[in-house]
């Protein structure tokens, strides 16, 4: 079975652009959440989506959206890009989403964003 | 409100010494408890996870942890370390009884094993 996979894995911006991140959850897993992972602030959530609805959305500011597609897929946008958002962008899908079971998450290998 | 602390940033220890990174948790009523690891260039794999029941909980790669509800704790251990166990470990709590169903990582303990 294929684990989760992130498209791109790299990717540079400059200030003031926007960027799609994608990702394709385990098949059969229909819960998606991504993840912020920086070196001061570790791994911070940023929201999750389940059946293309979004059930819990962490503090982050407008400028990051999501959605996802009948077929779990899903992708991330973040808008007027700043020289802070330069982080690693993981995803994690499992079968249900997270209020309903304990069960782990499956990560992908996320895609390094880097703002100049 | 939950959150997990994870007081050391960094554990060195020689192969073939036991290992042991620090995770302590607040949640409001009970937890659960996760522990992943995180190799270079990699996302994050669950190594076990504490529901109920025994305090000892057994997971990947001979790693284990022990659940302390009166020091609101919950350690990942081996007896024995590897250099291949050198990697970023973290710690992640969810309050069970509801709140924030969303688990709260820890900032990471990175972890090096020297031969």
């Known amino acids: 079975k294929a684990g989760v996979t992130q498209t791109p894995r790299y990717l540079i911006k400059t200030r003031g652009q926007q960027v799609t991140l994608s990702c394709s959850p385990i098949?059969?897993?229909?819960?998606v959440s991504w993840y912020q992972q920086t070196p001061g602030q570790g791994l911070q959530f940023l929201f999750e989506?389940?059946?293309?609805?979004?059930?819990n959305k962490g503090n982050f500011p407008g400028r990051f959206s999501g959605r996802q597609f009948s077929n779990s897929r899903s992708e991330m946008n973040v808008s007027t890009l700043e020289l802070g958002d330069s982080a690693l962008y993981l995803c994690?899908?499992?079968?249900?989403?997270?209020?309903?079971?304990?069960?782990?998450?499956?990560f992908g290998s996320g895609t390094q964003l880097s703002v100049l | 409100a939950q959150s997990v602390a994870q007081p050391e940033d960094q554990v060195n220890v020689a192969e073939g010494n036991p290992l042991t990174v620090k995770c302590t948790y607040s949640v409001s009523g009970n937890p659960y408890l996760f522990w992943y690891v995180q190799y270079p260039n990699r996302g994050l794999q669950f190594l076990l996870k504490y529901i109920t029941g025994d305090n000892l909980v057994k997971g990947s790669y001979g790693f284990e942890a022990e659940f302390n509800k009166s020091q609101t704790s919950f350690h990942l251990k081996k007896p024995s370390a590897l250099v291949s166990d050198s990697a970023l470990y973290f710690c992640a709590v969810r309050d069970k009884s509801g709140g924030s169903y969303i688990p709260t990582f820890g900032r990471g303990t990175s972890l090096i094993v020297h031969p």
């Open positions: 989506y389940f059946s293309e609805t979004q059930r």
């Open positions: 098949s059969g897993h229909r819960s």
């Open positions: 994690a899908s499992s079968l249900y989403h997270q209020s309903a079971t304990n069960e782990k998450l499956f």
